[in-house]
T-cell receptor, first 113, second 115 residues
């Protein structure tokens, strides 16, 4: 069945180091979203990528959508303690409409000050 | 956060009792979703709604039912709670607006403990 996989599952970094998480889909995605969930919080929508090869930036965060639209990455430059949380990618489920998503299991980021 | 509230925010109940969780949105968005989140399983879709009285099952719907009699409210019911339903429950919406895609916006969550 359709799957979305994220690696790594966990990442510890020192503050100031860079961080990257990768998202790989078993199927071609029409679009992909990234979300951040702080500890004890709810997932918060960060960004959506739609075009093949698309790159978007939000301050220190850079998001890429692969040329084949089957993979994506989130790169954080010079991490800060405020970046702590779990980052999820999600894409539309193939079957049916209704804007359902299939989710990766997330990458949990810990930042040591 | 798209005006989404969930109630209650925390609940402790006993096995076998019925439980209803409420999701309320203030902006008349078409699509609403109920997820549960458990360690190691990420977000799993329980049920979703694509309009008033239009609902369908997600990937983990056994033991859960839903109702949407008004655009703004989406109710999740555990008919007879079991310990395996201890989880954090999130409601989410998709605006369904022209030009939008699949982005979802989440409520604050309900932490449910079934003893």
């Amino acid at each position: 069945g359709q799957q979305v996989m994220q690696i790594p599952q966990y990442q510890h970094v020192q503050e100031g180091e860079d961080f990257t998480t990768y998202c790989n889909s078993s199927t071609t995605l029409s679009n992909i979203q990234w979300y951040k969930q702080r500890p004890g919080g709810h997932p918060v929508f960060l960004i959506q990528l739609v075009k093949s090869g698309e790159v978007k930036k939000q301050k220190r965060l850079t998001f890429q959508f692969g040329e084949a639209k089957k993979n994506s990455s989130l790169h954080i430059t010079a991490t800060q303690t405020t970046d702590v949380g779990t980052y999820f990618c999600a894409g539309p489920r193939n079957a049916g409409n209704n804007r359902k998503l299939i989710w990766g299991l997330g990458t949990s980021l810990a930042v040591n000050p | 956060d798209a005006g989404i509230t969930q109630s209650p925010r925390h609940k402790v109940t006993e096995t076998g009792t019925p439980v209803t969780l409420r999701c309320h949105q203030t902006e008349n968005h078409r699509y609403m979703y109920w997820y549960r989140q458990d360690p190691g399983h990420g977000l799993r879709l329980i049920h979703y709604s694509y309009g008033v009285k239009d609902t369908d099952k997600g990937e983990v719907s056994d033991g859960y039912s839903v109702s949407r009699s008004k655009t703004e409210d989406f109710l999740l019911t555990l008919e007879s709670a079991t310990s395996s339903q201890t989880s954090v429950y999130f409601c989410a919406i998709n605006t369904g607006e022209v030009g939008s895609y699949n982005e979802q916006f989440f409520g604050p969550g309900t932490r449910l403990t079934v003893l």
